[in-house]
T-cell receptor
């Protein structure tokens, strides 16, 4: 199994509060991704990173920001959480350029009340 | 509009029989495809891939077929086992694996 951890695994927060989710990898992969999974939508890309300090927006980036100051860590921040951001969030890594498959972390279930 | 579609939300198959999961896409620029399996409360697990230069790829009980003219791919599982019961996602990339678009998933139930 690829070495990917996510923290926290579960979080309940109130509308309007900031929330940060952390993804940590031990594979030294260049590419890291944040997805959200919602019923009927599969996995939708929020943001991705192709190197330290190099990030780009995905399909559903509004209301989210990311940072990557080290190869192993990719942070996802909800600047002011809304109920529509209640979801399961997955981090993934890819050794793009070596292999194309993405490997996923265990997920974080976020509930915004 | 969804670029990657899995039109069957669910599928039930008897143990030992073949499971066929289908995926259709609209973007003719997609050049690399993946299938993932997902159990509840876990992250998706990579199953098998295929590039647009091939029309078939096999790995054990899993075979993926690609029909580029029809913009269709399918995953065959033979023989199906109860442990295959999960949600299956197909994903497609138009930049050779840098980013992927995922379908909504098909829930497979393999009945003993």
């Amino acid at each position: 199994d690829a070495g990917i951890t996510q923290s926290p695994r579960h979080k309940v927060t109130e509308t309007g509060t900031p929330v940060t989710l952390r993804c940590h990898q031990t594979e030294n992969h260049r590419y890291m991704y944040w997805y959200r999974q919602d019923p009927g939508h599969g996995l939708r890309l929020i943001h991705y990173s192709y190197g330290v300090k190099d990030t780009d927006k995905g399909e559903v980036s509004d209301g989210y920001s990311v940072s990557r100051s080290k190869t192993e860590d990719f942070l996802l921040t909800l600047e002011s959480a809304t109920s529509s951001q209640t979801s399961v969030y997955f981090c993934a890594i890819s050794g793009y350029g070596i292999s194309y498959e993405q490997y996923f972390g265990p997920g974080t279930r976020l509930t915004v009340t | 509009d969804q670029q990657v579609k899995q039109n069957s939300p669910s599928l039930s198959v008897q143990e030992g029989r073949i499971s066929i999961l289908n995926c259709d896409y609209t973007n003719s620029m997609f050049d690399y495809f993946l299938w993932y399996k997902k159990y509840p409360a876990e992250g998706p697990t990579f199953l098998i891939s295929i590039s647009s230069i091939k029309d078939k790829n096999e790995d054990g009980r899993f075979t993926v077929f690609l029909n580029k003219s029809a913009k269709h791919l399918s995953l065959h599982i033979v023989p199906s086992q109860p442990g295959d019961s999960a949600v299956y996602f197909c994903a497609a990339s138009d930049n050779y694996g840098q980013n992927f678009v995922f379908g909504p998933g098909t829930r497979l139930s393999v009945l003993p």
